[in-house]
């Protein structure tokens, strides 16, 4: 909020290089922002992917998760009004690689009764191939 009450000073003191350069900061902010709910729900779809994988088998549960966090993917990378998404598909897959090590923790904790480490568990599964189903939802329309 006080951005934007120093972005409208700036513009009324019709100071438009400063404005402009505060419009770039907050553009980058709101990037970072949305990178970080990304993120956030990348673990959550990694992470149950890797408990498929490692245990062989799904919940409902887990499959509502997945559904739920590519969802919420989707909905934060779309730009509703201007269209497109704030994020490209580069940006994305970056997104789902860097949330991996975080993903085997949660998975290490809840698979098998949180029996393994996550070291343990990340030999009883392909990191790759739950990369690529993790790349493989299309996040703009919900579909592998």
């Not at 006080?2 to 972005?7: G, N, V």
């Not at 975080?102 to 904790?109: I, N």
Request: glycine fraction near 8%.
């Amino acid at each position: 909020m006080e951005e934007l009450l120093t972005l409208r000073e700036l513009l009324i003191g019709g100071n438009i290089a400063d404005a402009l350069l505060l419009v770039e900061e907050m553009t980058e902010m709101s990037k970072d922002d949305k990178l970080n709910k990304i993120s956030s729900f990348a673990k959550i779809l990694l992470m149950h992917l890797i408990k498929q994988k490692a245990e062989g088998r799904t919940t409902g549960s887990w499959d509502a998760s997945i559904d739920n966090a590519v969802f919420e993917i989707q909905k934060t990378n779309c730009r509703r009004k201007a269209g497109g998404n704030y994020l490209s598909v580069d940006e994305l897959r970056n997104a789902v690689t860097e949330a991996y090590r975080v993903a085997l923790s949660g998975a290490a904790a809840e698979a098998f009764g949180g029996c393994y480490r996550p070291k343990q568990l990340a030999v009883m599964v392909d990191r790759t191939a739950i990369l690529e189903d993790g790349y493989g939802f299309d996040f703009r329309w919900g579909e592998r």
